[in-house]
């Protein structure tokens, strides 16, 4: 089956550790995104990456950070600089990032901070 | 900075009437816009795309308005059902800077059996 898969469906973070959420696609797509989603509010982009070894800034990229070495993988890395990681992580992808692509999205990763 | 409003924040129609979810956005300069539909606790599934030169779309029981120069999106669900219960996201791509989705908070959707 094609599709996005995110890893681990629950994630717990500690004070001060950095936790690293995994996403993969097999849709061969070179445009990969991170989105964050809080409650009673819209998704905002954190990352995105066009093709591989490329990735920029989205809206609210403090205290992340992301790497793009294969074409199918997109890690999010949240650092301890994010002071309020609470909160359910989507990535998506599309074929290209060109204005008149549909974006796919994974079944997300909630994080939470114990 | 592009926002997009979606109205209501929530709604609740018995099964089988037809409805009406609004979007609307503040810059007129978008390459498309998307609809998607969010089970609680899941990730977002595409239901239509709205490209910037067309004027609506349809899948299904499902037709999408796109009213560039106004700055408004409408989603028409037709005889609706209790598996349409979801919460609706309505989403521009605007390009600038970023080259993510602008989304709305969406409207939250129940459909009484």
């Known amino acids: 089956d094609g599709g996005i898969t995110q890893s681990p469906k629950y994630l717990f973070r500690k004070e001060g550790q950095n936790v690293t959420l995994s996403c993969e696609q097999n849709?061969?797509?070179?445009?990969m995104y991170w989105y964050r989603q809080d409650p009673g509010q819209g998704l905002r982009l954190i990352y995105y990456?066009?093709?591989?070894?490329?990735?920029q800034k989205g809206d609210i990229a403090e205290g992340y950070s992301v790497s793009r070495e294969k074409k199918e993988s997109f890690p999010l890395t949240v650092t301890s600089a994010q002071k309020n990681p609470t909160a359910f992580y989507l990535c998506?992808?599309?074929?290209?990032?060109?204005?008149?692509?549909?974006?796919?999205f994974g079944p997300g990763t909630r994080l939470l901070v114990l | 900075k592009q926002e997009v409003t979606q109205i209501p924040a929530a709604l609740s129609v018995p099964e089988g009437e037809n409805l009406v979810l609004n979007c609307s956005f503040t810059?007129?300069?978008?390459?498309?816009l998307q609809w998607f539909r969010q089970d609680p606790g899941k990730g977002l599934t595409s239901l239509l795309l709205?490209?910037?030169?067309?004027r609506e779309q349809t899948s299904g029981r499902l037709n999408a308005s796109l009213d560039k120069s106004s700055g408004r999106s409408t989603l028409y669900i037709a005889a609706s059902q209790p598996g349409d219960s979801a919460t609706y996201l309505c989403?521009?791509?605007?390009?600038?800077?970023?080259?993510?989705?602008?989304f709305g908070k969406g409207t939250h959707l129940i459909i009484q059996p």
């Open positions: 998506a992808s599309s074929m290209t990032s060109g204005s008149h692509e549909t974006q796919y």
């Open positions: 849709l061969n797509h070179d445009a």
């Open positions: 990456s066009q093709i591989v070894n490329d990735f």
């Open positions: 810059d007129s300069a978008i390459y498309n």
């Open positions: 709205i490209q910037s030169s067309q």
């Open positions: 989403a521009v791509h605007s390009g600038g800077g970023a080259d993510g989705l602008t």
